[in-house]
């Protein structure tokens, strides 16, 4: 029964029906300076960092954020802030170590706010990483790498269509940001040297507005194992599953809703328990998450499974 349950969403992935046409070349937006494959951010462009990322084939990201001239971000709780009309959000996906040659950048996604409505789009960085080319539907690419642990991986990597975006990225009938919300960005970032918390450093540079900033929760590092476990399985099931197992996303239909501030008792794990190992280690049509992954992440399966075990013996945790 509790397969039957896990297996759909309570809706079909629909067309996103941007309200902007966005540029055909990345390069148009001006988010680096110098040469672009460098990353190197232009000086009106923030980089941030979150608590805890959503695994992407083992793919680095680099996280950026334009907001117009004289505007600022407005902190809202522990969710997403609010964004002024215009803000641009680039995520950047890329592999630092290839077995041959340099960086290998793959694409950039972005989203911008515009007219009260988020609009996505995805851009392919081309052979010689000097630009970015606008994509409609998705694409494959080759990559050969070593990951953090010093494994060879080699894996197609899917671009995602516009469609798949609206999947991940859908609450209720509008998109929405995911990783930026205000817990996940209340961590501690290195500036010249020094580890400051990142909301007090955005706050200085004018990006953030004054707010009750103490006030505001944060959500572990799932990878920082000195956090306990049941802390660090929820914060993993939030970024790479919450996005559609929650109460306004496309998975609302089903027995999970894995949103970090749920209790325990309203989220259905217990219920699902030995189907989410399932789900999540084995690939093919049921494999979850279904978008954004062509190989199971094995560190977080095992997070994920050691976090399972533990509830036979604490119960409601």
Known sequence: ???????????????????????????????????????????????????????????????????????????????????????????????????????????????????????????????????????????????????????R???????????????????GNKLVPLGPKMRNLNVNINVGGKSVNQLTYLISRGFLAQGSIPAVAYMPDYKDSSFVLALRARAYLEINCAHCHRETGMAAGTSLNLSYEVPFNKTGIAYNKENIIIRMSTMGEYHMPKIGTTTPDDEGVQLIREYINSLDNKPGK
């Open 1 to 151: 029964m509790a397969w039957i349950l896990l297996t759909g969403c309570n809706d079909t992935p629909r067309a996103i029906n941007n309200n902007i046409a966005f540029k055909a070349k990345l390069s148009a937006y001006k988010l680096f300076e110098g040469n672009m494959m460098e990353l190197v951010p232009a000086s009106n462009v923030v980089p941030v960092q979150i608590g805890s990322a959503l695994f992407t084939d083992y793919a680095e990201k680099q996280r950026l954020i334009k907001i117009p001239e004289g505007t600022r971000v407005v902190t809202a709780g522990n969710g997403l802030p609010v964004f002024p009309d215009g803000t641009l959000i680039a995520k950047t996906f890329y592999y630092s170590k290839p077995l041959q040659g340099r960086r290998q950048i793959i694409e950039t996604r972005l989203l911008q706010y515009s007219g009260q409505k988020w609009n996505v789009a995805t851009y392919r960085w081309n052979a010689g990483q000097t630009d970015a080319e606008l994509l409609t539907e998705g694409a494959t690419v080759p990559v050969d790498f070593q990951d953090r642990w010093g494994k």
């Open 153 to 171: 991986r080699q894996l197609i990597y899917k671009i995602p269509t516009q469609e798949d975006c609206g999947t991940c990225h859908r609450s």
